[in-house]
């Protein structure tokens, strides 16, 4: 997922690699259910996929499998959490989000049930098997959702801490993983709080927006362009709603010019939620979205794409590098 440049800037930085987020997901998941037999984790045929299978085993009382299935999924999870339970519904996003997309809206959202919806290996994760298996519309849907919070971790400790808000969450939460494995971009003692961005770099010429898989590669160009002189800084909204507005505001009055980051189409996504924030407000600066643009996407390994559309710390350096002039 990085190149040797990359893995060298990240070395620099200090940064550490860490498993996959889904990996965090699933241990965190396993660790509170052990703690709350009122815990149940119900799958489509993604209990492999989705990391649960030490879960299965250590708790097979605790996990239901409906095959795939995915509107029963959704709305079995609803029911489970309407009966008091603390239900997890996990699929692969890509799946989960078009063909169950009534049931997130009415039996979960609509009926106000606690439920927690997993999308797994969402993005282009499953990039080799082409526009089919890609999730690139779910936040944009989902965002159009009245009544559900929607996370999306960058890193293992986001990863933890997005599952235990959302295991005390009293309202639908919806949480978007991946599959590859991660950079730690954070210290233990960082806060963690639903709708409040993290700061993990400070600087007003360039301020990156980023959210998921995406803001280790923010971070890698920030420290490439820190070698040329640019003091960029770099925001990890984890939270796509509720959103920071104070933090995209203050970023957009402070900084020179703007570029949000996401494994997402750029339509109906992080950039224009951040677009539409800062131009209600009257912000206006050099702006840039940095996503999978609507075409056919290229088939192939997540990195490979990454590179071909620019989401990448070469490419993000280039995209700044322009808006800057």
């Known amino acids: 997922m990085f190149t040797p440049a990359a893995k060298a800037m990240a070395a620099k930085l200090g940064l550490k690699m860490g498993r996959s987020n889904l990996d965090e997901f699933a241990a965190t998941l396993e660790e509170l259910a052990k703690a709350n037999p009122n815990i149940i984790a119900v799958t489509s045929d993604s209990r492999g996929s989705g990391k649960l299978a030490p879960f299965g085993k250590s708790l097979p009382k605790q996990i239901v499998e409906v095959g795939i299935a995915e509107q029963n999924l959704v709305g079995i999870t609803a029911g489970l959490a309407a009966c008091g339970k603390k239900s997890f519904g996990v699929s692969p996003s890509c799946f989960l989000t078009a063909r169950s997309l009534e049931q997130i809206k009415n039996d979960i959202c609509y009926s106000d049930v606690p439920a927690v919806l997993i ?16 999730s690139l519309h779910d936040l944009a849907v989902l965002r159009a959702i009245n009544n559900l919070t929607v996370l999306v971790p960058a890193d293992n400790f986001e990863s933890r801490q997005a599952i235990l808000a959302a295991a005390q969450a009293k309202k639908p939460v919806f949480v978007r993983f991946g599959k590859a494995a991660m950079y730690d971009l954070h210290h233990s003692e960082t ?135």
């Open 191 to 325: 806060k963690f709080e639903v709708g409040k961005a993290i700061t993990l770099r400070e600087g007003n010429d360039v301020a990156f927006i980023a959210t998921g898989e995406t803001v280790v590669h923010a971070l890698l160009a920030a420290g490439q362009l820190a070698e040329h002189g640019l003091k960029c800084r770099v925001l990890s909204m984890h939270s796509i709603k509720p959103l920071d507005q104070e933090s995209i505001l203050k970023a957009g009055r402070e900084c020179r010019a703007i570029v949000t980051v996401e494994e997402h189409m750029v339509h109906g996504g992080l950039g224009e939620a951040v677009a539409s924030t800062l131009m209600q407000a009257g912000v206006c600066k050099p702006f840039r979205i940095v996503g999978i643009p609507d075409e056919e996407t290229v088939p192939g390994a997540q990195a490979d794409i990454f590179s071909h559309y620019g989401i990448s710390m070469e490419g993000l350096t280039e995209t700044a590098t322009q808006l800057l002039g």
């Open 119 to 134: 999308g797994i290996s969402s993005g282009v994760s499953y990039g080799a098997l082409g526009t089919t298996h890609h």
